[in-house]
């Protein structure tokens, strides 16, 4: 799986995941998880409900897009256009994970 290797979040994301399946290639991978799920008609761990940690509430992203923004730019049913999140899956995640007004990305509802 080629964005496994390409996901420059993929540290910082690993550290809030809260998929319980240590085998699964997408676990940290944003994009591709929440396509997998969303695909499926279902939510990935951290949009069921699972309470964010405290301490990952400060965990910010690289900064670049990555290498799948437009594909994810794509497949985002987000009609909010100002978001500077929009096809960047981790940095959305990070943002409605935990947060009380909005708490669930756009893919994930």
Known sequence: MAA???CRNRE???QMCPCTNEECERRGIC???TENHASKGGQSAC???VER???TRSLVGCGTKCDR???NLELCPCSYEACGNRGTCCDCIRNH???ATYPAAA???
């Open 47 to 49: 949009m069921r409900g």
């Open 53 to 55: 940690p405290a301490d």
């Open 69 to 71: 923004h437009q594909e």
């Open 31 to 33: 994009c591709l998880c």
């Open 4 to 6: 496994v290797v390409n």
């Open 97 to 99: 994970w935990g947060n």
């Open 107 to 109: 893919c994930m509802r």
């Open 12 to 14: 910082v994301n690993l």
